[in-house]
């Protein structure tokens, strides 16, 4: 019903910067949240940003003043800007939309296939 594609991931050199994009279609009525978050080998998804309907964005403690996110409402899109990449931000970016499909649904929790993002030392 509702599908993601991510799009930005590949291979940078520490320090440098990627832009992960991440769009929705299908049938959307409305969302409530989009955000991304990273799987790294052996460790949980943690969350890395999220952007609500309305409010203030959300940033995990290790990625603050790097990464920003944003999102265009017109294109069901979400964005990371990532900079000052680090080894460690090495890992599997998700994004995660939270939406319903019609107004008598409840709000569900969409997940993208996932895009690797490898920065080397």
């Known amino acids: 019903q509702v599908q993601l594609v991510e799009s930005g991931g590949g291979l940078v050199q520490a320090g440098g910067s990627l832009r992960l994009s991440c769009s929705a279609s299908?049938?959307?009525?409305?969302?409530?949240?989009m955000g991304w978050y990273r799987q790294a080998p052996g460790n949980q998804r943690e969350l890395v940003a999220s952007?609500?309907?309305?409010?203030?964005?959300t940033y995990a403690d290790s990625v603050k003043g790097r990464f920003t996110i944003s999102s265009d409402k017109t294109k069901n899109t979400v964005y990371l800007q990532m900079s000052s990449l680090k080894p460690e931000d090495t890992a599997v970016y998700y994004c995660?939309?939270?939406?319903?499909?019609?107004?008598?649904?409840?709000?569900?929790?969409?997940w993208g296939q996932g895009t690797q993002v490898t920065v080397s030392s």
């Open positions: 995660k939309v939270e939406g319903r499909t019609d107004i008598f649904d409840y709000t569900r929790a969409y």
């Open positions: 952007i609500p309907r309305t409010g203030s964005t």
């Open positions: 299908g049938s959307i009525f409305s969302i409530d949240a």
